[in-house]
Antibody
């Protein structure tokens, strides 16, 4: 059974950086494209970024392009989100979420989710 | 980006009621639509993909329909465990987008 576990959240000042991680050793991690989805306090869900199983292809929502970088280390079964130039509007719970497929070029629904990690951007 | 609009935003219902949530896309998405259920403090749970294909373990009282730009999620007989917020999501193209959510609360 898939059990994704995020870490790395916390409180950061505007303009600061944070790196989130998401790991799961219970499935063949490299076989699946992965995503980050966030949820601001009291708000709905917002997709942030996707990466193919190989890591060769990445996708971003416009508001984070140039500031966030998604990556993965399949040898460690770990997904990352490097977040730079953080803004107050980036404050949210960040979930990693799995596609049921290897490729990210044909997106799908998210069939497994982590429990989320809180990111708070505030001075 | 494709905008997804759900209605209503909040729905008050009783156990046993038939409940319908509507999701509209700003442009045609074919059948590239998923539904999720989210309870407070928890991660979303995938209910169905491709408009109407139930995920394993999802009760048959949940059903989906529609194509193009208008879609519905129906719960045939609301159960206590179903009180939650529901989101639709299109995956026809990036940027992937969700509806704003429909909270199903106890009447």
């Amino acid at each position: 059974e898939v059990q994704l576990l995020e870490s790395g959240g916390g409180l950061v000042h505007p303009g600061g950086s944070l790196r989130l991680s998401c790991a799961d050793s219970r499935f063949t991690f490299s076989n699946y494209a992965m995503n980050w989805v966030r949820q601001a306090p009291g708000k709905g869900l917002e997709w942030v970024s996707a990466i193919s199983g190989s890591g060769d292809n990445t996708y971003y929502t416009d508001s984070v392009k140039g500031r966030f970088t998604i990556s993965r280390d399949n040898s460690k079964n770990t997904l990352y989100l490097q977040m730079n130039s953080l803004r107050a509007e980036d404050t949210a719970v960040y979930y990693c979420a799995k596609f049921p497929t290897f490729v990210a070029s044909i997106p799908r629904g998210f069939d497994s989710w982590g429990q989320g990690t809180q990111v708070t951007v505030s001075s | 980006d494709i905008q997804m609009t759900q209605s209503p935003s909040t729905l008050s219902a009783s156990v046993g009621d038939r409940v319908t949530i509507t999701c509209r896309a700003s442009q045609t998405i074919g059948t590239w639509l998923a539904w999720y259920q989210q309870k407070p403090g928890k991660a979303p749970k995938l209910l169905m993909v491709d408009v109407s294909s139930l995920e394993s373990g999802v009760p048959s009282r949940f059903s989906g329909s529609g194509s193009g730009t208008e879609f519905t999620l129906t719960i045939s007989s609301l159960q206590p465990d179903d009180f939650a917020t529901y989101y639709c999501q299109q995956y026809k193209s990036y940027s992937l987008t969700f509806g704003q959510g429909t909270k199903v609360e106890i009447k």
